[in-house]
């Protein structure tokens, strides 16, 4: 299958500050990427849906301000927590799914653990 | 809103019997699904999908079985492993156009030696 990577795998940051995950697909390429959340014990939150070059779709109650999602790419799409606070603490992932209307299958990363303290 | 849920959160099995997760979903017009296995820290890994045309599919060691009559999905694991115990999750893809999936709550496959 094909290869999505997030990096970093995890970080941990102060109150008050800015923090960019990265979500690359290494072998394809991947016009629509996603972003999840996902707390302790819970399944997988859909945050926004990205398109290469265009602005992310978010999800209903998601901060478009404090989740700032970037898909300047077709390999590459970013995701910015602005000033975090310790409840935006959880675990990050990201999904892409390449060309083409028969691709359905969406590929995850491994996740980014983000902690504020 | 719509939603997709499981009925067992958690489930044990013992080492070498067949395993079945069960999920049911509630919107009628998804036309793709997906089972997903996450282990501890990781992100979620493809396992098995299935079509809405179909009802039933098959891959190594695993099932997927469809019945829209009742919007159920289930996930068959046969002689499960030690290495199957992770958090499984089905997922629906709604035919809006944006191929974004809706993921159950998911189930707990604890495999018991």
């Known amino acids: 299958g094909a290869v999505v990577s997030q990096h970093p795998s995890w970080v941990i940051c102060k109150s008050g500050t800015s923090v960019k995950i990265e979500c690359r697909s290494l072998d394809f390429q991947a016009t629509t990427m996603f972003w999840y959340r996902q707390f302790p014990k819970q399944s997988l939150m859909l945050m926004a849906t990205s398109n290469e070059g265009s602005k992310a779709t978010y999800e209903q109650g998601v901060e478009k301000d404090k989740f700032l999602i970037n898909h300047a790419s077709l390999t590459l799409s970013t995701l910015t927590v602005t000033s975090a606070h310790p409840e935006d603490s959880s675990f990050y992932i990201c999904?892409?799914?390449?060309?083409?209307?028969?691709?359905?299958?969406?590929?995850f990363g491994q996740g980014t653990r983000l902690t504020v303290v | 809103g719509e939603s997709v849920g499981l009925h067992l959160p958690t489930l044990s099995v013992q080492e070498g019997d067949n395993s079945i997760i069960n999920c049911a979903y509630s919107n009628s017009a998804s036309d793709y699904f997906i089972w997903y296995k996450q282990e501890s820290g990781k992100g979620p890994q493809f396992i098995i999908d299935i079509r809405s045309n179909m009802d039933k599919r098959q891959g190594q060691r695993v099932t997927v079985l469809l019945n829209k009559t009742v919007k159920h999905l289930s996930l068959q694991i046969a002689a499960t492993q030690p290495g199957d115990s992770a958090v499984y999750f089905c997922a629906e893809r709604p035919t809006s156009g944006t191929y974004k999936y809706i993921f159950g709550t998911g189930t707990r496959l604890k495999v018991l030696a």
């Open positions: 999904s892409a799914r390449g060309r083409g209307a028969g691709n359905t299958e969406a590929f």
